[in-house]
């Protein structure tokens, strides 16, 4: 309801300041994600919180669950995890394409202990690496019937140890009796479901979380190559959720539709708890999630039959969409997310021209839990990723680089962003002498979040983008860790010095391509070396798309390797490509942080403009 101490009026820029005029405390927000289930299972107890297909084919028969019934399963989980030893401080690794009963395993953990959910997709050293930094004892992963590769993978972490128990889940809408689990010596291993069944419990089996208890370890790329954890307490997860579903699609009694993948942070917090709090039903895609192919076939008869009123997802996902003819009634679609990935003006046009609906661009990070801006549903403001949400503070500043004072620049002027908030992450995980512990360092001063990125801030809180400062590649969403393609070319004996950086790319944003330099008459190629980093990256999406051998990797003047100019080079090289044979010259210029591209000698403008429009990167011809 409109108005309320919950659940202000929020319908534009114009109320920012009347919802903070009330203290974010005095709003009567759930303390913790466990309370937020509780809460809703009282409030909305027969209403559907859940519709989880199978599989895009099978988009018109879910599992669906009413809140009630995900609370009861929530508890049996927790049950199942406390009687295995899993405490408030204790971590639960989870490793799963999404599906139904990772929903419940993760609300389970985090309303028992800790939820660490990891890409199943890594590779098992990188992997490990994770489980040992949060110190997990119980991996829950995908059984052999809803992923082999990411069951064989938590076999193999469950053998190297320590770990005490490995649970598997079952498919969603899964029948008959589950193929039986070949045994791990020393480790439990069982069908969490299973186990939960056996359960009749009514509650958490230990007292219930508080809100400055930690939450969740959702790991990050980080910029030095090791894998970082950032640690987030219910707190943050709840105030962030809370701040996303105000003033929203939330507050119309739609549904919405998730596709993410749960170990990104994006899907938990907006897909999960935004929902919860509003108690709205969400529309779970199957495993694949947008790379289920036939999912883009039945898309707008899906959004059609359940009144899918919000999404998110990747620009690459709305550009697919953008060329599939609408064959239903899509009037419920209201706000459909995109973030994660720079948003070329040319998907924002084509999706608009398609359907009538247009994108909402946002921007966060894990570190800030989630989201810190977002566009206004219906009425974006272009050139940015939106108005700051509630209670979050965003400011730009530059950086003394011999005090490291920062010092606050005036509205609209281009500096670092940090972020203050009760949305800002309680630190990265750090070994400690009685298990791991969250350590802020640098990253946090006086509860201002340095986020790595530059941009402005004009006088109503909406945010511009000017690049990142930061190093991390951001392809398709996901963050590579630029140290992990350097240091396995840097393992090639002819290889001197290397840097990554992301090449613009009009489907995935970005993709990974690498300089070098190697030792005088190297008897190797530019193939070779690709295939070389390819072969010994941790994930496949670290690949590098391309391997160049240059001079020497451009450094600062204290010796430094200098970024910037490994990605003017990388943005002149994706702007020739595309426009190959139709300009005589294709120059990338810096200019402070940004990269525009001049193309000279035109053949075909019409060509050319065509070539470079699917590109986020600003370009001129002559």
């Avoid at 990411?150 to 193999?156: E, K, S």
């Avoid at 070949?182 to 508080?210: I, T, W």
């Avoid at 987030?232 to 919405?256: K, P, V, Y």
Wanted: net charge negative.
């Amino acid at each position: 309801m409109a108005g309320d101490l919950l659940w202000p009026q929020a319908d534009g820029p114009e109320d920012l300041a009347a919802i903070e005029a009330v203290p974010l405390r005095a709003r009567g927000l759930p303390e913790t994600t466990y309370a937020a289930l509780l809460r809703a299972a009282t409030l909305w107890p027969d209403a559907v919180a859940t519709h989880c297909l199978p599989d895009a084919e099978r988009w018109e028969t879910p599992s669906t669950r009413t809140f009630a019934a995900l609370r009861d399963a929530v508890d049996r989980f927790a049950t199942v995890l406390f009687d295995l030893g899993i405490g408030r401080r204790d971590a639960v690794a989870l490793l799963s394409p999404n599906c139904e009963e990772l929903i419940t395993a993760i609300l389970a953990a985090e309303a028992i202990g800790i939820a660490a959910p990891i890409n199943p997709g890594l590779t098992p050293e990188a992997a490990a690496d994770l489980v040992a930094l949060a110190g997990a004892s119980v991996v829950v992963a995908a059984g052999p019937e809803l992923d082999p590769d990411a069951w064989a993978l938590a076999r193999r972490l469950a053998e190297r140890g320590p770990v005490g128990a490995l649970l598997a889940l079952r498919p969603t809408g899964a029948d008959g009796p589950a193929p039986p689990l070949e045994p791990v010596p020393g480790v439990q291993v069982a069908y969490l479901g299973a186990l939960a069944a056996e359960r009749e419990v009514a509650g958490l089996p230990a007292p219930a979380p508080l809100g400055d208890d930690l939450a969740s370890y959702l790991h990050t790329g980080g910029t030095t190559g090791t894998p970082k954890l950032a640690a987030r307490t219910h707190a943050n997860e709840i105030s962030n959720a809370w701040m996303i579903a105000c003033g929203s699609a939330f507050d119309e009694g739609g549904t919405l539709f998730a596709a993410l993948p749960l170990f990104h942070t994006n899907a938990l917090v907006v897909t999960v708890l935004g929902p919860l709090l509003r108690g709205e039903p969400v529309v779970w895609a199957g495993p694949l999630g947008y790379r289920d192919l036939p999912l883009y076939g039945v898309f707008w008869r899906l959004v059609e039959r359940y009144g899918i009123a919000a999404m998110s997802a990747v620009p690459t996902v709305y550009a697919v969409l953008s060329q599939v003819p609408v064959d239903a009634d899509i009037s419920s679609l209201r706000m459909p997310i995109v973030g994660a990935a720079p948003l070329p003006p040319s998907v924002t046009e084509q999706f608009r021209a398609a359907t009538g609906v247009e994108l909402c661009e946002g921007y966060g990070l894990t570190e800030g839990t989630c989201a810190t801006s977002r566009n206004w549903p219906g009425a974006p403001r272009h050139g940015t990723v939106g108005q700051r949400l509630p209670y979050q503070e965003v400011r730009a500043v530059t950086v003394d680089e011999e005090t490291g004072v920062w010092r606050d620049l005036p509205a609209g002027e281009v500096g670092r962003l940090v972020i203050r908030g009760a949305n800002v992450f309680a630190g990265y995980l750090v070994p400690g002498p009685d298990g791991p512990v969250p350590e802020r360092g640098d990253k946090v001063r006086d509860g201002w979040l340095d986020t790595g990125d530059l941009g402005s801030v004009d006088a109503e809180g909406f945010i511009r983008l000017a690049g990142r400062e930061k190093d991390l590649i951001i392809r398709g969403g996901h963050n590579i860790d630029p140290a992990v393609i350097e240091d396995a070319l840097l393992a090639h004996e002819a290889v001197t010095a290397a840097g990554a950086v992301g090449r613009p790319d009009p489907h995935a944003g970005e993709v990974p391509v690498a300089y070098v330099t190697v030792t005088p008459d190297a008897p190797t190629t530019e193939e070779e070396l690709q295939a070389w980093a390819a072969a010994r990256v941790p994930e496949r999406a670290a690949a590098p798309k391309a391997v160049h051998v240059i001079d020497e990797i451009p450094l600062t003047l204290v010796g430094k390797p200098f970024k910037p100019e490994l990605r003017r080079l990388a943005t002149e090289h994706a702007a020739r490509e595309a426009v190959d044979g139709l300009a005589e010259r294709v120059t990338a210029q810096l200019d402070g942080g940004a990269i525009a591209v001049e193309v000279d000698g035109v053949r075909d403008a019409a060509a050319v403009e065509a070539a470079l429009a699917p590109f986020a990167f600003p370009w001129s011809v002559r």
